[in-house]
């Protein structure tokens, strides 16, 4: 499946918080191969001291001098059908503007394109970070495949177990229905 990498950072968010883009590049091609992904180098796309509220460049007003250009070809990839998957480190670096994020989620959702985050992207109490959650939410994919193949393992011994426990309750109705 094909894939583009999306990084951002802004010199003014506190680090702790969000990798500088070298470090979310790194964690988001770990998540390449964990999800037996195939990211072109021309593919994976940084945008370098943006904030989340200004949109890509191809939706920006006139006067929007902090528009942001990795964004924009984001949008281009996706628009072209050239990749099926984006992946980013946390919702918020996607944007943090309900207006920006609820664009992305609508092309997200005309082009079928899956959105990848790391599991404990999911898990946090942090509000600057469950605002842009909630709206990508619905797009995210968090179990690579070997994940997927242990849970339907996982299920399927639950089921035969369920299958088992009920021939059983089927014998002991049988004798009690003899007594």
């Not at 299958?163 to 002991?172: E, F, H, I, W």
Request: a negative charge; hydrophobic letters at 40%.
């Amino acid at each position: 499946m094909r894939a583009c990498i999306y990084a951002r950072a802004w010199s003014r968010e506190r680090t702790s918080r969000c990798p500088n883009v070298d470090r979310q590049v790194e964690v988001c091609t770990q998540l390449v191969r964990e999800h037996n992904l195939l990211v072109e180098s021309r593919h994976v796309l940084t945008d370098r001291d943006h904030d989340g509220i200004s949109p890509p460049t191809c939706w920006a007003t006139d006067g929007d001098a902090d528009a942001r250009p990795a964004l924009d070809r984001l949008v281009e990839i996706i628009e072209a059908r050239l990749v099926d998957h984006v992946i980013v480190v946390q919702a918020d670096r996607l944007g943090t503007a309900s207006e920006v994020l609820r664009e992305l989620m609508d092309l997200f959702d005309a082009y079928d394109v899956q959105l990848v985050m790391p599991g404990d992207a999911l898990k946090t109490d942090d509000p600057a970070l469950l605002f842009p959650l909630s709206f990508v939410r619905r797009r995210v994919v968090v179990d690579a495949p070997a994940e997927r193949e242990r849970k339907a393992k996982i299920k399927n011994r639950k089921l035969e177990e369920l299958g088992r426990l009920q021939a059983k309750v089927s014998r002991l109705e049988a004798e009690i229905s003899e007594l």
